[in-house]
């Protein structure tokens, strides 16, 4: 089965930009329904972006007009471009196949004040 890999996090100032990479092994991204998603300290984790073939990429509310999701599918990796970043954006972001139950490691982005 297809395997994904997160990278591109780091600390940011408020305001400040980031992209994360997703990049898949095994197996096209194409191929699956796939989302960004995100888990701070204490808090449950949550959608940030859906890619879905031939469907819009659906945002969750709080990342709406800031966040942006592509695909490459010559490079086999799903991109989420993070503008204007706030520090509640300060999450372990991981990036996974729609419905499957075992995460990766994840990468930490920091947005300071």
């Known amino acids: 089965q297809v395997q994904l890999v997160e990278s591109g996090g780091g600390v940011v100032q408020t305001g400040g930009s980031l992209t994360l990479s997703c990049a898949a092994s095994?197996?096209?991204?194409?191929?699956?329904?796939v989302g960004w998603f995100r888990q701070a300290p204490g808090r449950q984790r949550e959608v940030v972006a859906t890619?879905?073939?031939?469907?819009?990429?659906n945002y969750g509310d709080s990342v709406k007009g800031r966040f942006t999701a592509s695909r490459d599918i010559a490079n086999n990796t799903i991109y989420l471009q993070m503008n204007s970043l706030k520090p509640e954006d300060t999450a372990v972001y991981y990036c996974n196949v729609l419905g499957r139950s075992d995460w990766g490691q994840g990468t930490q982005v920091t947005v300071s004040p």
């Open positions: 095994g197996g096209r991204i194409s191929a699956y329904a």
């Open positions: 890619v879905i073939s031939g469907r819009p990429i």
